[in-house]
């Protein structure tokens, strides 16, 4: 993590960004909050502005969350809030330069901010502002239950307020808004569109289902005449599916979708779409990743159209005669000149799209199946963005996937030479020390950094981690990120420009055998590790690539073969190493932990000597005495000897005379101890005596200890 922006003690609720990388600021809306911070290092905060809005004391959540934040034009922010659930919109001026900005509200811009910004802070939402008009997917009551898609503002004398039609059987019902976005279809102007994307309630007959949608309306859209007044006459919607096609015909549908990310490519109009999708049922729980192109989205908007008798009819193909204009086509003279705006479309085009705004064929991603999914684990993906990234073999994408407990993942696609794709789990990151949900996500290519919005904070993270992936070579070309290569020395941020002999990088393959020369001379990590008898211990061992399978292998004293550990009840293989339940005196050995690649490249990253300290070495009986008080006190005595023993295994010395040296201190008496001692030198014993147990001992202390357990339980 580069730098953090923490919340104060009631949270941030960091649900919303503006990242103007043109202007170099980053603002962030929060609880009554608006700061402008510096992208570069969130830790400088150039100034807030507080925007507090509470008329109503009862209600539960009494505060302004800010949820809408958009670039007007160059010197001015519009932005919306909660308001306590009484939405409140106003334009707020930024003066000053990149570190001494300045947030001005201008008052007498405040308005209303129904149909604009939702009342919940929670609920999900979506708004985008282009050509100075606000498009906005959110509900126009307190409840929530009225659902519309709408767009207001615009210049005057050209303000046209206009919204989705109040019909819950045929346009939208129940819906959560997810992302919208202008997209052009062709190189004509009025043909510009804007296209959202959505979740909805869906009624088959009796039913009941929660489907995916993507819609798009006409910008230049103003309504009908007679019919469909102030309402859209271009809105048309179409399914979006996410399934794993079934061995028996029946799909797994990921039916809930949870975001979007549109993917820039060198033509505007032809971006590819990213969504993230999450299971309705309460039994299978998941989470799956799907891509789609426009081409596929036009085609079927282009398609037939959908058609049911009455609401408690299913919806089938409609085969009767279409109007003409096509319905949900863009008005413009270019085409016909008697149309030049949606109000000269005939009665029979507004009656068929108020009734036929459902396209027949459904969306399907790109592949026929997503390129990534998440299942049986306890969380959901929430958020997406993606990163192309040129590497040494090819053009990659990489997604970062935000989650519903705070952590990140990284996920490159690969696409091998018979087309199929392949995704790679480069990392796992716990952004957040409390599992709080991301809320928001946004990345920025130019500076090459992620910034991850939360209730607890917002946090600014490096796209490239490379020094997580070791000291070797191998190591770095069997983490396939498209961010590393290794320069010949240490795994390093890959730079196309540069040109260097020694850079080696593998991210298709990933096969050091192929790119590294010191495979076979790499240095294993050898450990030796004490445990006792009945006890439970853990072997650990986390690979550094995540592809990795972990084989355990044991060598028993004086045989130099090794034969593969067997896992039963009481010998576990877990993500953090093996953990062996209740260790017996026949566990001893030399356990060495081996790495299989994908590739089939095998590597040993630990060699680790377990010796079983036995019941009969701890606690040795004396010899039978009459003396009752005697055998009580030996029995005291033996227990001490036990403890002593784990403590001097357990300390932080690096030889047995150290912890002899500190043990006296502790023994003497608690006023002949403060004698002559600071209190500085005493707290730093004291803090040496509470370090826990370290896997890590220096051998001397190691052979100290063997001298001593071999002929009598350790006493000091």
Not at 426 to 444: A, G, W
Request: hydrophobic content about 35%.
């Amino acid at each position: 993590i580069v730098s953090l922006f923490l919340s104060p003690s009631n949270g941030l609720h960091s649900q919303s960004l503006l990242l103007d990388e043109e202007r170099g600021r980053l603002l962030l809306g929060a609880r009554d909050h608006i700061y402008l911070l510096d992208p570069d290092n969130l830790s400088f905060q150039c100034t807030s502005y507080m925007f507090v809005f509470c008329p109503c004391l009862f209600q539960l959540e009494c505060a302004n969350f800010i949820r809408v934040l958009h670039n007007y034009n160059r010197t001015h922010v519009y932005a919306c809030g909660t308001g306590a659930f009484h939405p409140t919109c106003a334009f707020i001026e930024i003066t000053g330069h990149k570190k001494d900005g300045v947030l001005k509200l201008l008052s007498n811009t405040e308005e209303s901010g129904r149909l604009k910004c939702p009342f919940d802070p929670l609920q999900p939402f979506t708004s985008v502002l282009t050509d100075q008009y606000l498009y906005a997917g959110t509900s126009s009551d307190f409840l929530g239950k009225d659902t519309t898609f709408t767009r207001s503002l615009g210049p005057p004398p050209d303000q046209h307020y206009i919204r989705t039609d109040i019909s819950e059987d045929y346009w939208i019902n129940e819906a959560r808004f997810i992302a919208a976005h202008p997209i052009a279809d062709t190189y004509n102007p009025d043909d510009d569109k804007v296209y959202f994307f959505f979740r909805e309630v869906s009624w088959e007959g009796n039913d009941k289902s929660i489907l995916s949608r993507v819609a798009r309306v006409c910008k230049n859209d103003v309504g009908g005449l007679r019919s469909l007044t102030n309402k859209w006459t271009t809105f048309l919607k179409a399914r979006l599916v996410c399934s794993i096609p079934g061995p028996d015909g029946v799909d797994t549908h990921f039916d809930q979708l949870q975001d979007v990310f549109l993917l820039p490519t060198r033509d505007d109009k032809n971006p590819i779409v990213y969504a993230v999708f999450t299971t309705s049922s309460s039994i299978f729980r998941g989470s799956a990743v799907c891509v789609y192109s426009m081409a596929d989205i036009r085609a079927v908007f282009n398609g037939p159209y959908a058609h049911k008798e009455g609401p408690d009819h299913r919806w089938v193909e409609y085969e009767g005669r279409i109007p003409y204009p096509r319905p949900g086509t863009c008005p413009s003279k270019t085409y016909d000149p008697r149309i030049r705006t949606t109000k000269d479309f005939p009665d029979e085009v507004v009656r068929f799209i108020r009734f036929h705004p459902l396209m027949y064929r459904s969306v399907y991603p790109l592949t026929g199946r997503p390129v990534f999914t998440r299942v049986k684990v306890d969380y959901t993906l929430t958020h997406i963005v993606v990163d192309r990234v040129l590497a040494d073999d090819g053009q990659y994408e990489v997604m970062f996937l935000g989650t519903d407990v705070g952590s990140i993942l990284k996920v490159v696609s690969i696409t091998q030479e018979n087309w199929s794709t392949e995704e790679v789990v480069l990392e796992e990151l716990q952004v957040f020390q409390n599992p709080s949900p991301i809320l928001s996500l946004e990345i920025s290519s130019k500076q090459q950094q992620l910034y991850v919005g939360s209730r607890e904070g917002l946090a600014q993270v490096s796209l490239s981690r490379c020094h997580l992936y070791g000291q070797a070579c191998a190591e770095c070309c069997l983490a396939r990120d498209p961010y590393c290569a290794w320069d010949g020395h240490t795994c390093a941020r890959y730079i196309p420009a540069s040109k260097r002999r020694a850079r080696r990088q593998d991210i298709k393959n990933g096969d050091p055998a192929m790119q590294c020369w010191d495979t076979e001379d790499s240095i294993v990590e050898e450990k030796i590790l004490f445990g006792v008898q009945s006890n439970s211990t853990l072997l650990e061992c986390i690979p550094k690539s995540q592809q990795a399978r972990i084989r355990w292998y044991m060598q028993r004293p004086g045989s130099e073969r090794r034969e593969e550990v067997r896992f039963d009840d009481r010998v576990i293989h877990t993500e953090r190493g093996l953990l062996i339940r209740s260790l017996h005196a026949s566990d001893a050995g030399v356990y060495i932990c081996v790495a299989q690649e994908h590739t089939h490249f095998t590597h040993t990253l630990l060699r680790v000597t377990l010796q079983v300290v036995t019941n009969g070495q701890l606690d040795r009986k004396a010899k039978p005495s009459d003396d009752s008080a005697g055998g009580l006190h030996h029995g005291t005595e033996s227990r001490q000897r036990y403890k002593d023993y784990l403590r001097a295994m357990s300390s932080p010395f690096s030889s047995l005379e150290e912890y002899c040296d500190a043990l006296w201190l502790d023994k003497r008496p608690l006023r002949v101890r403060g004698r002559g001692l600071g209190n500085g030198k005493w707290k730093h014993i004291q803090e040496m005596k509470k370090s826990r147990n370290r896997r890590h001992h220096r051998e001397n202390a190691y052979s100290e200890l063997v001298r001593v357990s071999s002929a009598e339980p350790l006493l000091i």
